[in-house]
């Protein structure tokens, strides 16, 4: 009798293995409908089950979830109905799990949810089971082995998840020491070659703005690690970017800071994606870990500028913008005769100028009589005092009107 009993818990359980796997399998497909569907009340608690399921996380990372939830529920259920506890080979693909998760940005409590939400889903299909086939009291006798499962296999989890946190804590040290100028020793080489880096080349650094919805750096490090590369024949660009290579994220009050090496930056700022674009400064690309730093340097200036202008901003190309928004105070002495000028005036100055000098273009560019464009360079030079003619007078327009562009007035 006995026998028969123990064979009737082990069928028991494969019997919920099975349909664990379908439920969650049908409510991946077809969302939480599934839970108004079932007609037993095993499906009604999974349907509030995922009704406290945070809402913000993305495909990736629920995926995880409900993969590690599935996952464990079979793994406990075969351990139950077998009568063994668990084995190191039963640990492994539970440790790669949480590693997983954690690439996709869930914490570790969301690791021992997802274990606890499957051993209290298993025990709970496993007890109506029981109570129908009248055997509640020999299932109970295994409540300790079922749980046994359920805190090894959260440990394992955790474990990989703690060895990806790893990764991130390690990236914001690293960061940290950029951005103290503490570039020297044999600790921080070791540090980015835990990371991927090779410390004596060549470096790149983005600043931006935290997003709208901010993200953990174990998100951002995942996703900007894991991002797939170009397909065949495509130009790297914001939506075909070369997979990045080695990444450091770290993120801090107000900012977040991308170190990479080894990938186009087109392919970086791409995986960032646009919820990051509007304030982003990337950094000169700049070699061993010192250039880490002064990259790091470049990438702040430019998130100044960027934040001015409301659009991305490299360093590369728009250095001399971001020098004089850096020492304007100190300029600002220079041009104070053209204060109140009127911007028209510095607008035909400037075109003027960039169009090589040539009165026909700029006129044409501004759409004006070439007469109009010479009477507009000569009042410039009567209201100044500055005779656009004249080389220094030229270059103190210009840095007027460059100033006044990087600190957000005048024309842009």
Known sequence: MEADVEDLISRLCAEAAASFSDRERD???????????????????????????????DGDRDGAWRDGVREVA??????????????????????????????????????????????????????ERARAHGVTGELISRAGLCWAWVHALSAAAIQGHTADTSVVDTAARLVEALFAGRTGGVNLAGQARRLGFDPDGAFQ?????????????????????????????????????????????????????VLFQGGEPDGVLGALGPAYAECLGLGLSRTGLDGA??????????????????????????????ILM?????????????AGAPAHLEEAVVLWAYSDFSIP????????????LKYRLDRWR???????????????????????TVQGRGRR
């Open 205 to 257: 650094v983005v600043c931006c703005r935290p997003a709208p919805e901010p993200e953990t750096a174990e998100a951002l490090h995942g996703r900007l690690r894991t991002r797939p590369g170009p397909s065949a024949g495509s130009r790297p660009g914001p939506s075909t970017g070369t997979r990045p290579g080695a990444v450091a994220v770290a993120v801090r009050p107000g900012l977040v800071v």
């Open 326 to 338: 850096l020492d304007a105070d100190r300029l600002a002495p220079l041009v104070s005769a053209s």
């Open 361 to 372: 273009v700029a006129a044409r560019r501004l759409h004006l009589h070439p007469n109009t």
């Open 74 to 127: 079979v793994a406990v259920l075969d351990g139950v109905a077998r009568r063994r506890l668990p084995g190191p080979d039963d640990l492994v693909p539970h440790r790669e799990w949480g590693h997983r998760l954690g690439e996709s940005g869930a914490g570790a409590a969301r690791v021992a949810d997802a274990c606890h939400t499957a051993g209290r889903r298993v025990w709970d299909d496993l007890s």
């Open 382 to 404: 009567e209201v100044t005092g500055w005779d656009p003619r004249v080389r220094r007078d030229l270059e103190l327009t210009l840095l007027h009107h460059n100033l006044n």
């Open 293 to 322: 730093a002064e990259s790091l340097t470049d990438a702040e200036a430019a998130l100044r500028l960027s934040v001015a202008r409301g659009r991305p901003v490299s360093f590369e190309d728009e250095w001399m913008p971001i």
């Open 27 to 57: 409510q991946h497909e077809a969302g939480h409908e599934a839970g108004h569907e079932a007609g037993h009340e095993a499906g009604h608690e999974v349907e509030r089950e995922d009704r406290d399921e945070p809402e913000d996380r």
